[in-house]
């Protein structure tokens, strides 16, 4: 049975400290993983990974692929208060992009 | 603005009632999805439609009837509601490339 799971469940740090979130899966005919970031209610997307060892940059957020071992990281650099959100992992199974989600894992910043 | 717009965003009903919930995509997508988040942050998907044909219908209770009267809307109607089916429903299109976009979301609760 597919897979993807994300750990630690939740996690609480102070502005400015990094925090790495992770997100491993099994699943049949991998094709991509997918970063979002949820607040409130609409996941925002983050990154989408196909390839490994890649990483992927967008200010102070990065993430990469391992394909071999099938796991992706999410790191957050220098955190700020409006960081605080549920990152939600997804991946890509088949040709027609039905995505599996992890169960997301809360971050909470705080000043 | 191009996006993903769903109506409405909040639904509160009785048991017992049909509602549905409208899904529009400007974006020039040709597949779109439904998807359903519990009280617990975790997103199952429930359909997908790719260019008004259903090809993903997840294990659903047969009460949930999507609608696609062209590949721009993907509409889904829910009778006889339950208790259980109070949520965040999510539409979401992707591009044939992967990632997705999500609308704002529909808060459903029934009493």
Sequence with gaps: ???????????????GD?????????????????????????????????????EKKSGRLSSILDKKELFSI????ATQTGDSAIYLCAVVNDSW??????????????P | DTAVSQTPKY???????????KCEQNLGHDTMYWYKQDSKKFLKIMFSYNNKELIINETVPNRFSPKSPDKAHLNLHINSLELGDSAVYFCASSPPRGGLFFGPGTRLTVL
């Design chain 1, 18 to 54: 990094t925090v790495t979130l992770n997100c491993s899966y099994e699943v049949t005919n991998f094709r991509s993983l997918l970063w979002y970031k949820q607040e409130k209610k609409a996941p925002t997307f983050l990154f989408m990974l196909t390839s490994s060892g890649i």
């Design chain 1, 74 to 77: 999410l790191n957050i650099t």
């Design chain 2, 11 to 21: 639904l509160v009903t009785q048991m017992g009632n049909d509602k549905s919930i």
């Design chain 1, 97 to 110: 992009g039905k995505l599996q989600f992890g169960a997301g894992t809360q971050v909470v910043v705080t």
């Design chain 1, 1 to 15: 049975e597919d897979k993807v799971v994300q750990s630690p469940l939740s996690l609480v740090v102070h502005e």
